[in-house]
């Protein structure tokens, strides 16, 4: 009987983090043995990491500035497993330490078993969180690097351990080479130093100097290891450049042409002449509205509700030296996330995961002073509410309520079964690219077929085309519809989700 509650009593002294790490893990053996179909920008990983594996690590950033995930990708795959599952694994350990670090901030918050419990489950079950899991993006390794970068300073700032300080700016730094962001908040988190005011003010100023200099030496230090891998630090910095180059130029320098037709659109073609002076003014609020909205739908439902009744309850109570970093982070993202709406016209919410991962923070440190609250009370409510919540987010995390694209795969196999190996092929589909084998720049088609990519092909070629609005168009046009010829459809003839034509001559 000792022997058993020694056991027990051993198993109670383990960190919560090791069993949130274990439970990551399982889930993310799940998204491996069960996996979603691929996502468009997995694609360009994956093709990158062949070039890696092919052609090597320079030839891999040639090709993709942000090469770093795909590199991770290409190494695991040495252990016999496929590019896709080789991707999915890469995700399984950037989760790990997403886990671990985000449970680390909670610990530097409340060193409370109670609480971590709490916030392992609110990290497993956030569903905006791990829907990402099936994903194969570059945002991941980003998310896990800043949170642990965001772990570090709190430690800095609290020990001034010159470890904790090298383990911010190579966190930071490492996070950067899968979002370039990161170096916002590497240069910008620091000055919350200045806010602290545990010290005296020369006390601060030393500890921003001592994380400068620090940087310094860690940017230069990364700079001569990309050197050394013969990556070309500033070949990177304008590529990325010239990526967003003609979403600001039509931002900063504007069409006269287009901004009178954007007049007529907005307003009415006589009114325009009176308002075409506030559109700036009209978009800018149109943005921002946007960005809002964005970063709601980025949090999700029931952590928002869970965070607006923390708030009006007065549940969050949190020291200076946590709330200024938090608030630090937030800022940069939104700013980041505005710059990026206000270049380039669209936002995602995985954008926004970084800032509601942070303010995610709070959502444990509520749900405990509520079960509290409820214990005092004799109350049993809290328990079920707590309960309904928790499984909700779980079922809403990890089982997808999504449009079944099973099309998509009947279609390739159509494909591989009714055309030659010589027929040529063209499609706005990346997974009918990758897996037909037929098209080696799978992961640049594009999302919009041209009339003349269309009668570029040759006789006999087959056309698999992923049905929208403006496909149909083009299809339907008198300048296409006698080139072309439907041979199939997916998932059926009256809903074409994927149509199959054969390229003829009129």
Not at 371 to 391: D, G, L, Q, Y
Not at 420 to 442: M, P, R
């Amino acid at each position: 009987m000792s022997k058993e509650i020694l056991i027990s009593d051993k198993w109670r002294q383990v960190d919560i983090r090791i069993y949130a790490v274990l439970a990551s893990l399982l889930i993310s053996i799940f998204t491996i043995i069960f996996p979603d179909s691929p996502n468009d920008d997995a694609y360009t990983y994956i093709r990158t990491a062949d070039i890696f594996l092919n052609q090597g690590f320079t030839a891999a950033y040639q090709h993709y500035e942000w090469a770093t995930y795909s590199v991770l990708i290409a190494v695991i795959s040495f252990l016999g497993l496929d590019l896709f599952t080789a991707a999915l694994t890469v995700n399984a350990l950037l989760y790990i330490l997403l886990v671990y670090a985000y449970l680390s901030i909670i610990k530097e918050i409340g060193d409370s078993r109670f609480l971590l419990s709490i916030a392992a489950v609110c990290i497993l079950v956030y569903p905006q969180l791990n829907e990402y899991r099936y994903f194969i993006i570059r945002d991941v390794g980003f998310w896990a690097f800043a949170v642990i970068a965001f772990w570090q300073f709190l430690r800095f700032s609290n020990s001034h351990s010159i470890k904790s300080a090298l383990a911010y700016c190579g966190s930071l730094l490492i996070a950067t080479t899968f979002r370039s962001e990161a170096l916002a908040y590497l240069l910008l988190t620091p000055f919350a130093l200045l806010l602290d005011l545990r010290y005296e003010l020369q006390m601060r100023y030393k500890l921003l100097s001592i994380l400068f200099g620090i940087i310094g030496v860690v940017a230069i230090g990364g700079l001569v290891l990309l050197s050394i891998l013969g990556v070309n630090a500033l070949d990177l910095f304008f590529g990325f450049l010239s990526t967003y180059q003609p979403f600001l130029s039509s931002t900063f320098s504007p069409d006269p042409a287009r901004l009178s037709e954007l007049g007529g659109l907005l307003f009415n073609d006589y009114a325009a002449s009176y308002s075409q002076e506030y559109i700036g003014i009209f978009m800018l609020a149109g943005l921002f509205s946007i960005l809002i909205a964005n970063l709601f739908n980025a949090i999700g439902g029931p952590y928002l509700i869970v965070l607006v009744f923390g708030l009006v309850r007065k549940y969050v109570q949190l020291n200076r030296n946590i709330v200024i970093p938090i608030v630090f982070y937030l800022l940069i993202n939104v700013v980041i996330l505005f710059a990026f709406l206000l270049v380039t016209r669209y936002l995602t919410s995985r954008y926004a995961m970084l800032f509601c991962i942070l303010l995610s923070v709070l959502v444990p440190i509520i749900i405990k002073v509520f079960i509290e609250h409820s214990k005092a009370n004799k109350s049993r409510m809290a328990h079920i509410v707590i309960s309904i919540f928790f499984t909700y987010c779980a079922i809403d995390s990890y089982y997808s309520f999504g449009e079944n694209k099973n099309y998509v795969f009947d279609s390739i196999e159509w494909l591989s079964e009714n055309t030659a190996e010589s027929v040529g092929l063209i499609t706005n589909n990346h997974a009918i690219a990758y897996f037909s084998g037929k098209v080696e720049d799978y992961d640049r088609a594009p999302r919009f077929l041209t009339e003349d990519e269309i009668l570029a092909s040759n006789e006999g070629d087959s056309i698999a085309m992923e049905m929208n609005f403006e496909m149909e168009q083009l299809l339907n046009s008198s300048t296409i519809a006698p080139y072309v010829e439907l041979v199939a459809a997916f998932p059926d003839i009256d809903e074409q989700r994927v149509a199959i034509y054969k390229r003829i001559l009129p």
